[in-house]
C-alpha cells in the first residue's frame, strides 16, 4: 500500500492550497481517509477526515476554510485550503484507514497507513 501526495509548497497568509493523496495497492473501497499536519515542534494533530459513506470531521481551527473531498473510485482524497495563515505552515500527511481480506478465508486486517507528508508554508 502506497500513499502519494501532492500540492504542497509555499503561500502568502490569506492564499490557497490544494493536496491530493492518491491510495494504491488496496484493492477495497476505503473507509477513512484524512489530512494530518505536524508543525516543528508539535504533536500531529487531525485536520480533517471523511469516510467512504461522505462523513466528514474537521478540527475546529480549519471549519469554514478547509474543505476535505474523495473520490473513492479513484482511492484519492483531497483538501482544499483556503485562507491559509502563517501558523498553519507544517507538513501535511496523508492517512488511510481501512480493513482488507486478506485471504479465501475471509480473515481481515487492519490498515493504518500513512503518506510521506507535503510541506505547506505560509508567510506573513
Known amino acids: 500500500v502506497q500513499l502519494v501526495e501532492s500540492g504542497g509548497g509555499s503561500v502568502q497568509a490569506g492564499g490557497s492550497l490544494r493536496l491530493s493523496c492518491v491510495a494504491s495497492?488496496?484493492?477495497?473501497?476505503?473507509?477513512?481517509m484524512g489530512w494530518y499536519r505536524q508543525a516543528p515542534g508539535q504533536q500531529r494533530e487531525l485536520v480533517a477526515s471523511?469516510?467512504?459513506?461522505?462523513?466528514?470531521e474537521y478540527a475546529g481551527s480549519v471549519k469554514g476554510r478547509f474543505t476535505i473531498s474523495r473520490d473513492n473510485a479513484w482511492k484519492t482524497v483531497y483538501l482544499q485550503m483556503n485562507s491559509l495563515k502563517p501558523d498553519e505552515t507544517a507538513v501535511y500527511y496523508c492517512n488511510v484507514r481501512t480493513v482488507v481480506v486478506v485471504n479465501v478465508e475471509g480473515a481481515t486486517r487492519n490498515l493504518d497507513v500513512w503518506g510521506q507528508g507535503t510541506l505547506v508554508t505560509v508567510s506573513s
Open positions: 471523511a469516510t467512504s459513506g461522505g462523513t466528514t
Open positions: 495497492g488496496i484493492n477495497s473501497n476505503i473507509d477513512v
